[in-house]
């Protein structure tokens, strides 16, 4: 007995067994395999043509009153006593729409036409639960009679037959009040039933409501043929049945066709709950499940965070016994030290013994802006445990992480100072008045005494130290500042070049890391004007958001911004040898 996962259609032969009678008109005949279907049930209309069709059927007409739910053709050829036949066949499988008698319109192939055909459409309660067989039986039960919208509930379906099945198909109701899909291979086995064993094939189906309220799904029906007896004795080979080297006759599918049969299981009514929290304004999603995670993951596994630089970051939302429509999206907001772009969502699912996982995967960039630590801050997801109807919430804890950055050489020098105040400095061998000098002042004063030797020059200079005498440290703290500042003027230059080569070359994230080096070196984001900020951040969307606007386009313009504040920062911190040039002309 081979039941192939009840994957397998039925015969040709079954089907010519036709319980209506044909409708025959202008060479193209239409019948249906049952003249009384019920609601929700599939049925199938044949249209054989009496010679060679010119064209396949208009099935149009149709649509009216049925969901076409597909077709298949065959084609035969026959000689009888010298004349030659020869037919084609169309197998449409039809669901009504409504119930009542409707009629399936005349149906047109090229040049050739069918006549109407009525069949009556009743309730799925009214019908027989099996014709054709009395040795199969089919059920369908639900795990769970109310379940929330949108849940993923098991629904599974059982046939017990105690006939030999040579060929069958299920056939699974549709609706637009659930959706219904097969999870996992048939399950055979065996049981006792009043002393004789029968074969138990079960298949497990995953439903998910779409709408909230009360509704029935219809039943499911098993149709096909099984083995008939009263065939055995048109096989001129039966009787060597049993005999060695006759196991079993191989002219039994051409002798017996099989008796058609069909079997439906019982409607299944249930009461789909809504969201029970929508009423206290709780949750602004709604996500039904049996559990939900999230989970963080960094690209590559053990990144090293610096300042400028970018690391992938797979944020993953995972729900049991859920879809991915009903994930939602995610927020992903700056937080103090870091800038998070969202590059790339993903979707997909994942079968589990425990039933489906939907997954939303965030790729996101994280981007330092300072070094030091800096906390990811944590995120949530509200959900409703579909078992117990709790509200619950998922968590992703925060996240520290610890970036390296540079700190300006002249706020290494500020904090050298600002760490060891002067009145901890006493060198030996100096009077008191002057162990407030730093170093440097001190060398400016030997280099000052050096130059007094030198006549007419040596008095300009001693009237000048006189000067920044009576000034002290101020003079000199503003003297080495210049001096610095006139050192760091080249390196800035440098890097904002750098910046714009790499801006030529569509390389965006190290034109960013550039321009972060060309910041630090000018004195840090508190000596930037506000037309270079605004370039800064303009050139970080474009080099970490994944839908910035012409990026390329622009990226020219913030970097001729940056080339031309860069002048201002100059003049505001010390006289420059030359203005810096346009370095990258529009």
């Given at each position: 007995m081979n039941f192939n996962s009840l994957k397998t259609t039925v015969s040709a032969a079954a089907l010519s067994i036709a319980l209506a009678v044909p409708a025959f008109a202008a060479g193209l005949s239409a019948r249906v395999d049952s003249g009384t279907v019920a609601q929700g049930d599939t049925f199938q209309l044949t249209l054989t043509t009496n010679g060679q069709a010119d064209a396949s059927p208009d099935l149009t007409p149709l649509q009216k009153d049925f969901d076409v739910l597909g077709t298949s053709q065959s084609s035969s050829t026959q000689i009888i006593n010298g004349k030659r036949s020869q037919s084609e066949s169309w197998i449409v499988s039809l669901s009504p729409k409504s119930t009542g008698t409707l009629e399936i319109p005349a149906i047109t192939a090229g040049s050739l036409s069918s006549s109407p055909v009525a069949i009556?459409?009743?309730?799925?309660?009214?019908?027989?639960?099996?014709?054709?067989?009395?040795?199969?039986?089919?059920?369908?039960?639900?795990?769970?009679?109310?379940?929330?919208?949108?849940?993923?509930?098991?629904?599974?379906?059982?046939?017990?037959?105690?006939?030999?099945?040579?060929?069958?198909?299920?056939?699974?109701?549709?609706?637009?009040?659930?959706?219904?899909?097969?999870?996992?291979?048939?399950?055979?086995?065996?049981?006792?039933?009043?002393?004789?064993?029968?074969?138990?094939?079960?298949?497990?189906?995953?439903?998910?409501?779409?709408?909230?309220?009360?509704?029935?799904?219809?039943?499911?029906?098993?149709?096909?043929?099984?083995?008939?007896?009263?065939?055995?004795?048109?096989?001129?080979?039966?009787?060597?049945?049993?005999?060695?080297?006759?196991?079993?006759?191989?002219?039994?599918?051409?002798?017996?066709?099989?008796?058609?049969?069909?079997?439906?299981?019982?409607?299944?009514?249930?009461?789909?709950?809504?969201?029970?929290?929508?009423?206290?304004?709780?949750?602004?999603?709604?996500?039904?499940?049996?559990?939900?995670?999230?989970?963080?993951?960094?690209?590559?596994?053990?990144?090293?965070?610096?300042?400028?630089?970018?690391?992938?970051?797979?944020?993953?939302?995972?729900?049991?016994?859920?879809?991915?429509?009903?994930?939602?999206?995610?927020?992903?907001?700056?937080?103090?030290?870091?800038?998070?772009?969202?590059?790339?969502?993903?979707?997909?699912?994942?079968?589990?013994?425990?039933?489906?996982?939907?997954?939303?995967?965030?790729l996101v960039s994280v981007v330092p802006t300072r070094g030091g630590e800096i906390t990811l801050p944590e995120i949530k997801v509200n959900w409703t445990d579909s078992v117990s109807g709790e509200a619950k919430t998922a968590t992703l804890p925060s996240e520290v992480i610890k970036a390296e950055g540079t700190i300006p050489p002249a706020n290494q020098t500020a904090a050298a100072q600002k760490a060891a105040p002067a009145s901890s400095v006493k060198p030996q061998g100096h009077p008191e008045s002057t162990e407030v000098l730093p170093a440097y002042m001190v060398a400016g004063l030997g280099a000052a005494a050096i130059l007094a030797a030198l006549g007419g020059v040596a008095l300009y200079f001693r009237r000048k130290q006189h000067a920044n005498e009576s000034l002290r440290q101020p003079v000199a703290a503003n003297t080495s500042k210049q001096e610095e500042r006139s050192d760091t003027s080249s390196d800035r230059r440098k890097q904002l070049a750098l910046a714009i080569s790499k801006g030529k070359s569509d390389d965006l994230r190290g034109s960013y890391g550039c321009v972060l080096a060309w910041r630090r070196l000018a004195g840090g984001d508190p000596a930037m004007t506000d037309a270079a900020r605004e370039a800064i951040a303009a050139l970080e969307k474009a080099a970490f958001a994944p839908v910035a606007e012409a990026a390329e386009a622009k990226t020219h313009d913030w970097l001729n911004v940056l080339a031309r504040e860069d002048r201002k920062i100059g003049n505001t911190q010390g006289k420059t040898s030359s203005k810096l040039p346009s370095l990258y002309p529009a």
């Open positions: 009556k459409v009743v309730d799925a309660g009214s019908m027989p639960k099996a014709t054709g067989t009395s040795a199969i039986d089919l059920s369908a039960s639900l795990k769970d009679g109310s379940p929330f919208l949108f849940q993923e509930t098991p629904l599974t379906v059982r046939i017990e037959t105690s006939a030999p099945i040579k060929s069958a198909e299920l056939v699974a109701p549709q609706s637009s009040a659930f959706e219904l899909v097969q999870r996992g291979e048939d399950r055979v086995s065996q049981a006792t039933r009043n002393g004789q064993t029968v074969n138990v094939i079960e298949r497990t189906y995953m439903l998910k409501p779409q709408e909230k309220g009360a509704i029935e799904i219809p039943p499911f029906v098993l149709r096909g043929s099984v083995a008939d007896p009263s065939a055995r004795g048109r096989d001129p080979f039966a009787d060597f049945q049993g005999f060695p080297g006759f196991p079993s006759s191989m002219f039994n599918d051409m002798f017996d066709s099989g008796k058609p049969f069909a079997v439906r299981s019982e409607p299944i009514k249930l009461t789909v709950r809504a969201d029970p929290n929508a009423a206290s304004g709780q949750h602004q999603w709604f996500l039904p499940a049996k559990n939900v995670k999230l989970t963080a993951k960094w690209s590559p596994e053990h990144p090293v965070f610096k300042e400028g630089e970018a690391v992938t970051r797979r944020v993953s939302l995972l729900a049991l016994g859920a879809s991915t429509v009903q994930l939602p999206d995610l927020s992903f907001e700056n937080t103090d030290g870091a800038r998070i772009y969202l590059d790339e969502t993903q979707t997909g699912e994942d079968q589990t013994a425990d039933g489906t996982v939907a997954r939303k995967d965030f």
